[in-house]
């Protein structure tokens, strides 16, 4: 993919760009919260929670494709920042 099309000076381009990635983040974070709360006997709307919960202090990041093969991911940090 060549990400110099998605530069814009555009504003409305730019909160749509936002939007997607938002929209992409929480579909990520949600399949991964189901796949964990299924494995772990959490309702799915808990393991969403934690899972939001886990990123937002720092515990877990999502992760891009490196490759066209790759897939978008949520994976450990090394360390959870200081609040």
């Known amino acids: 993919m060549d990400w110099r ?4 000076d555009d504003a409305n ?3 749509l760009l936002r939007s997607y990635a938002v ?3 929480d579909a ?3 399949y991964m919260a189901e796949q964990a709360a299924a494995e ?3 309702p799915a709307a808990d393991g969403r929670e934690r ?4 990123f937002e202090r720092g515990a877990l990041r999502l992760v891009g494709p490196i ?3 790759d ?3 949520v994976e450990p940090c090394d360390s959870i920042r200081a609040d």
């Open 5 to 8: 099309r998605l530069v814009t």
């Open 13 to 15: 381009e730019t909160n």
């Open 23 to 25: 929209r992409v983040t």
């Open 28 to 30: 990520t974070f949600g």
């Open 40 to 42: 772990s006997g959490v």
């Open 51 to 54: 899972m939001w919960t886990l």
């Open 67 to 69: 490759t066209d093969d």
């Open 71 to 73: 897939r978008i991911g």
